[in-house]
């Protein structure tokens, strides 16, 4: 009898053990689960941000590229080009200081 008993207090003690560990199982997943959480929003906001990052540099090699064409119709002299150039170039500046 003291045997099953004693069998039964160790059977109890193991499933105490269980109950911790998969208790601590649950903890585990919950932070993992919080964890991926907070790197998935950081992803989302560099993904934004170079997004941002990626459009400013193209405007940015347009106004360049308005810019040499600006110089070189000046350097053959070419007023009209000149002025229209300059025109888009103000457009463009104009319609990027709405934006921002």
């Known amino acids: 009898m003291k045997s099953m008993q004693e069998r039964f207090e160790k059977l ?23 964890k991926f ?29 308005l810019m040499f064409q600006i110089l070189k119709a000046s350097e053959r002299a070419d007023h009209a080009t000149v002025a229209t150039l300059t025109h888009l170039l103000r457009y463009l500046f104009l319609s990027i200081c709405l934006l921002s």
């Open 12 to 34: 109890r003690a193991e499933m105490e053990e269980i109950s911790v560990e998969q208790q601590n199982i649950r903890d585990g997943q919950r932070q993992v689960r919080e």
């Open 37 to 65: 959480e907070v790197i998935e929003t950081e992803c989302e906001e560099l993904k934004r941000e170079t997004r941002i990052i990626i459009q400013q540099s193209a405007r940015t090699q347009i106004k360049l590229a």
